[in-house]
């Protein structure tokens, strides 16, 4: 599989990335890792004339706490977000998510902010940052504003990014070290046929809110709203009524089917995924 040709060009600053995208417009695609923007090229899924390599870019990597509250450069690899001990302890669900993305080297490649851009629709780290009510920095041509987690993904790659907009910061503002991620991979792709993203925050032993995220159900990243206004006021030591309380997980979303998973087991896998988020979240708070 070979893509179509293209012109390769390098950016060193997010400001000439800007510039290169307004010369180049809809010809252009940026390149932020690679792993899953150059798959669908090579499937001739996308036939972009340009692309723009941002790894060059200095600022665009690492990870610190901030007054805003821990912020991932867009350029940190999925690795780095994985072993960082300042994740696992600040919201180890973005950990085990980012540990969970395809393969050795799709994660010491492939980075969190090309990922969250690219917004596919069975993707792991897309529904942790909706889970974790993340929020994205995003450069663009009139300067910098800050998009939260339930505007940025809009629908099957498609974000609120603008044509000349660059992701440049991923923003947790809230730690829930009681969170966890749970998925059922695709064993070939690794891809997630079904995850849950759950971040709970706990009070005197008791869930005080939930946020669970879905993935791999819908054209986007969802959060079960049903489940997490049920789940509020039970006890973080109630197993039967936690894992009772998560059926109906994707209720109201059009489920998608593929030869591997028909939408009606999707659905069901929903439920299991989510209460499996859901006891392990409560067994980190406990």
Known sequence: MIPASFDYLTADSVEQAIGLLKQHGDEAKLLAGGHSL???MKLRLARPNVLIDLRNVAGMRGIKTTARGLEIGALTTHAAVAQSTEVSAYAPLLAEAAAAVGDVQVRHCGTLGGSAAHADAAADEPAALLALEAQFEIAGASGV?????????VDMFTTALG???VLTAVILPRAFPASAYA???????HYPVVGAACALAVSGGSIEGARIAITGVGSVPFRATHVEGLLAGIPVHDRKKMESLCAEAARGVEARSDAYAGAEYRVAMAD??????????AERAR
Do not use: E, G
């Open 38 to 40: 150059l798959p669908m």
């Open 145 to 153: 504003r800050t998009v939260a987690a339930r505007d940025f993904f």
């Open 163 to 165: 044509p000349n907009d």
């Open 183 to 189: 998925k059922l991979p695709h064993p070939a792709s």
């Open 272 to 281: 299991v995924m989510a209460a499996r988020a859901v006891l392990a979240a």
